[in-house]
């Protein structure tokens, strides 16, 4: 599974608990500090790496069953959500999933980057079969309401 801007590592960290093989990614050399030094014992398989996600397909096309998104997307300029997209499909297998979070927050300004549903069909539903794409109860309080959660499909 690759996790995108992964931060501090706590999606990683959760997923590879879960039984997932999660490989994070941040360009933020302590951000991967950080992750590297809180999952010091953490169970299952996990790997943590220091770079810019859109250089990725360069060693890892079509290598993933699954790319989770939480916060990644509203972290990057709008003007390159479309590349994004393609890094997505790049990434993933066909029959692949993305699955996560899109945060619609509704404010000006950013990071994070408001994103409405409607942007995010337009962006995903000409490569994925969107098979959820629906508001999540299981947002932190002060995001509730606010949570778009995904599941698509690579074509
Ligand atoms: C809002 S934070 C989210 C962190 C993590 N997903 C979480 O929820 O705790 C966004 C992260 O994306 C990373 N990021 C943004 N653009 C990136 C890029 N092009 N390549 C790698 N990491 C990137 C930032 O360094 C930051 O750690």
Redesign the pocket.
Known sequence: MC?????????VRALAAAGFEAIG????PL?IERAARLSEGAAGAFEFRQ?????LPRTDAAAFDYFYE???F???EPA?RPEYVQLALELLKPGGLLIGCFYNHGREGG??FDVTREQVLALYEPHFEIRKLEITPHSIERRAGHELWAEFVRA
């Open positions: 996790i995108p801007g992964c931060g501090y590592g706590y999606d990614v941040d360009f933020a951000a770079g810019d996600i859109f250089e939480y916060t990644c509203v972290a990057i390159r990071p994070p």
